[in-house]
């Protein structure tokens, strides 16, 4: 499937290139294609740090509308964007396992 204009200009302002290095290059990877056709907002963790292990409660979201980025303590099915007051729901979460550190 082909990734509009509108996704491929969310893709990149949720992964924007490193100016110092390769280090966040795979981010470019990640692509954006809409569920629904309806506005986006996208929560990103922090990659140094796995929050499941470590403990924190920070996410970064990005608001499609205004162009903002802002920061939320924790999330659930729904937030609303601090800045235009746009309401989102939750429409899809992807886990990833974490390695068993006692093993």
């Known amino acids: 499937m082909p ?6 200009k ?15 290059e795979a981010l470019r990877s990640l692509l954006v294609h ?4 309806a506005r986006m ?3 990103r963790l922090p990659l140094k740090a796995n929050l499941a292990t470590a403990g ?3 996410y970064s979201v990005h608001c ?7 920061d939320l303590p924790e ?3 729904e937030f609303t964007c601090p800045k235009c007051r746009q309401l989102y729901a939750l429409e ?12």
Do not use: H, Q, Y
């Open 3 to 8: 990734l509009s204009r509108r996704d491929f």
């Open 10 to 24: 969310l893709s990149m302002a949720i992964s924007p290139m490193k100016r110092n290095g390769p280090e966040t």
């Open 34 to 37: 809409r569920l629904r056709d």
């Open 41 to 43: 907002a996208i929560a």
């Open 56 to 58: 924190l409660k920070k």
């Open 64 to 70: 499609e509308p205004c162009r903002s980025w802002f």
């Open 75 to 77: 999330w659930g099915e």
């Open 92 to 103: 899809l979460a992807v886990f990833s396992a974490v390695p068993d550190e006692r093993a």
